[in-house]
């Protein structure tokens, strides 16, 4: 299995602004994925990121809100941009193995709450 | 579109007794994967067990055992002699050649 750090761990924002989380695997892993959990709820997928190309978004879901970056293996970012209460949420990521078909891993979450 | 089922939203069991917790799904694909995940409290989402669709045979982890029921589409997880620490969300996932998809979790007390 793989080591998956992320930060920040949590943090209380305003409304307007936008917060950027950082996910740091201890190894290389092709597909990474942003997952959202809304309080009291279950995991939704935000969107999927290969290195190297466009991440690829759910329904619902937008790249001017949620912009994704995967320099390379072992690092991804996902900003929460022009945060709204409604945002408030758990972003967890995780890391496929075998192409991503097999297990996903994850990290410990961000807990973001908007005021 | 695959979807995942979980009937009990919440669940309560004596330490040291079993208690199994149901999963139900809809797929066309034959080929696929299973898991439960724990989610504690500091909610870490924790990989439990892991069950592949064209193994007859139920997975196992120590007190971790499935029932997997592919003809029905079930895929419940039995904990054996139940610890405090197994205090957590449960939630049952469906990967099969698209994204992982998840139900909706069942809240599972030990109680001392």
């Known amino acids: 299995s793989a080591v998956i750090s992320q930060k920040p761990s949590r943090d209380i924002c305003q409304r307007g602004t936008s917060l950027t989380i950082q996910c740091q695997v201890d190894s290389q892993v092709t597909m990474m994925f942003w997952y959202r959990q809304q309080p009291g709820q279950s995991l939704t997928l935000i969107a999927t990121a290969n290195q190297g190309s466009e991440a690829t978004y759910e329904s619902g879901f937008v790249i001017d809100k949620f912009p994704i970056s995967r320099p390379n293996l072992t690092f991804s970012t996902l900003t929460v941009s022009n945060m709204s209460p409604e945002d408030s949420s758990i972003y967890l990521c995780?890391?496929?193995?075998?192409?991503?078909?097999?297990?996903?891993?994850f990290g410990p979450g961000t807990r973001l709450l908007v005021l | 579109a695959q979807t995942v089922t979980q009937s009990q939203p919440e669940m309560s069991v004596q330490e040291a007794e079993t208690v199994t917790l149901s999963c139900t799904y809809d797929t066309s694909e034959n080929n696929y994967y299973l898991f439960w995940y724990k989610q504690p409290p500091s909610r870490q989402m924790i990989l439990v067990i892991r069950q592949e669709a064209y193994k007859q045979q139920n997975a196992t982890e120590n007190r971790f055992s499935v029932n997997f029921q592919k003809a029905a589409k079930s895929f419940s997880l039995k904990i054996s002699d139940s610890q405090l620490g197994d205090t957590a969300m449960y939630f049952c996932a469906f990967m099969g050649n698209n994204d992982m998809r998840f139900g909706a979790g069942t809240r599972l007390t030990v109680k001392p």
């Open positions: 995780s890391v496929g193995t075998s192409g991503g078909r097999e297990t996903q891993y």
